[in-house]
Each structure stands twice: as structure tokens, then as C-alpha cells.
């Protein structure tokens, strides 16, 4: 079992930066590929971001290519989503996954899901 929990969300305006976390504890984090995914109100979950359990590949969703940028670091159970030139369309909760070792791009593929954390972008 893997318990993820999201952190750094907040309201933020359009152009700016944030960057999340996600805490993993349980069995060990290394082996998993992650993934981050959001869901804005009213649609469906959609993928965001996906690294390896290596870090070595790391998959980014076309509607953030150039502006997000997704990392891990294994020793401290930890992954990150970085988030730069922020536009009111990303706004969203978002979700941390852990799950096959490739990190794929569908919610299927993950079998560990954080609780969430809010981001808000005003234009």
C-alpha cells in the first residue's frame, strides 16, 4: 500500500508559478512510475505529467508542454510537478499517482491516488 498526499496548491495569478509535491509513504516509492493528473469543475480527470520510476522518461500532456516540468527524487519518497506560466484554463485539483513502473498517461494505470490539492489561476 501507498499513501500519497499533495501539497502546494493555492491561488495564484495568471503568469505565475507554483510548484507541487507529493509525499509517499508505504511501500517503497522507487518502483513506481508517477504520475500527475487534474480535473477542473464540471469535467473529467485528465493526464497531466508521468515519470519513470527511474526518472530517466519523463511524459508530458500536450496542454502543458513547455510550461510544466515533472521530477521525482526516490531517496525522499517524493515527486514534483512544477508549474510556470500558469493560465486560468489550469485551473484545477490536482492529483498525485503512483503506479506501473513506466508512468503512463491513463488513470487506469495507477493504482495509488493522493487526495488532491487545489489550484486556482486568476486572470
Known amino acids: 500500500q501507498v499513501h500519497l498526499i499533495e501539497s502546494g496548491g493555492g491561488l495564484v495569478q495568471a503568469g505565475g508559478s507554483l510548484r507541487l509535491s507529493c509525499a509517499g509513504s508505504?511501500?517503497?516509492?522507487?518502483?513506481?512510475?508517477m504520475g500527475w493528473f487534474r480535473q477542473a469543475l464540471g469535467k473529467e480527470r485528465e493526464f497531466v505529467a508521468a515519470?519513470?520510476?527511474?526518472?530517466?522518461?519523463?511524459f508530458i500532456a500536450d496542454s502543458v508542454k513547455g510550461r510544466f516540468t515533472i521530477s521525482r527524487d526516490n531517496a525522499k519518497n517524493m515527486a514534483y510537478l512544477q508549474m510556470n506560466s500558469l493560465k486560468p484554463g489550469d485551473t484545477a485539483v490536482y492529483y498525485c499517482?503512483?503506479?506501473?513502473?513506466?508512468?503512463?498517461?491513463?488513470?487506469?494505470?495507477?493504482?495509488?491516488w493522493g487526495q488532491g490539492t487545489q489550484v486556482t489561476v486568476s486572470s
Open positions: 508505504g511501500r517503497p516509492f522507487s518502483s513506481l512510475g
Open positions: 515519470i519513470t520510476w527511474s526518472g530517466r522518461s519523463t
Open positions: 499517482a503512483a503506479g506501473r513502473s513506466y508512468g503512463g498517461s491513463s488513470s487506469s494505470e495507477y493504482d495509488y
